[in-house]
């Protein structure tokens, strides 16, 4: 079946690197998303991934993808507290919808 | 370009009670997506869009629901005889269609439903 799997917290102090990570199960996936969600709003797309490469790199974030143990990772380099917001992982499947994970919530601390 | 919109922001019901909200998509966008999400969860896969036709429909989506885009544009989602359950946000998204860049998702800000 089709399930994806985060962390729920991570706190960090601010300039600090974040690593957020996501299993995934749907070894068929083409894309693999991280996408933002503040307090009250919708889902903002960060970063996407194929499913053939291994890293993206984008200002500062970074996406690295294991795809043999389906693990995805979300690096932010010098976390702001404007960062802190609670991060989701997604999986495209066969069928063109989204699967997301739970969430993980970053804080970010002076 | 004004993003994937939702109205309303909030809607407050009693139980028993049918509501409608309404999602108008970014305008070149041929598919469109519905989600639920309740707190502390991820999106939750409702149903979605290809122009008018609806493509595929979740389990999750009870007899009580029902999703229309007429025109292949805007969509709207019709919960009748609301419970306390259905209490959550409903999300929109909008995209160009499959494959690459155009698998891409734009979510719009939600419609946050408060069944009483």
């Known amino acids: 079946g089709e399930d994806v799997e985060q962390s729920l917290f991570l706190s960090v102090r601010e300039g600090d690197s974040s690593v957020i990570n996501c299993t995934y199960t749907?070894?068929?996936?083409?894309?693999l998303y991280w996408y933002k969600q503040e307090p009250g709003a919708g889902l903002q797309l960060l970063t996407y991934?194929?499913?053939?490469?291994d890293m993206k790199q984008d200002q500062r974030l970074t996406v690295l993808l294991n795809k043999k143990d389906k693990h995805l990772s979300l690096r932010i380099a010098d976390t702001q507290t404007g960062d802190s917001a609670i991060y989701f992982c997604?999986?495209?499947?066969?069928?063109?919808?989204?699967?997301f994970g739970t969430g993980t919530r970053l804080q970010v601390f002076p | 370009d004004t993003g994937v919109s939702q109205n309303p922001r909030h809607k407050i019901t009693k139980r028993g009670q049918n509501v409608t909200f309404r999602c108008d998509p970014i305008?070149?966008?041929?598919?469109l997506y519905w989600y639920r999400q309740t707190l502390g969860q991820g999106p939750e896969f409702l149903t979605y869009?290809?122009?008018?036709?609806?493509?595929?429909k979740s389990r999750l989506l009870s007899d009580r629901f029902s999703a229309e885009r007429p025109k292949g544009s805007f969509s709207t989602l019709e919960i009748q005889r609301t419970e306390q359950g259905d209490s959550a946000m409903y999300l929109c998204?909008?995209?160009?269609?499959?494959?690459?860049?155009?698998?891409?998702?734009?979510f719009g800000s939600g419609t946050q439903l408060s069944v009483l």
């Open positions: 998204a909008s995209s160009l269609g499959s494959g690459g860049d155009s698998e891409k998702l734009f």
């Open positions: 749907d070894s068929s996936s083409t894309y």
């Open positions: 991934i194929f499913s053939n490469m």
């Open positions: 997604a999986e495209s499947t066969n069928t063109d919808k989204l699967i």
């Open positions: 305008s070149e966008h041929n598919r």
């Open positions: 869009f290809q122009n008018e036709a609806q493509l595929e």
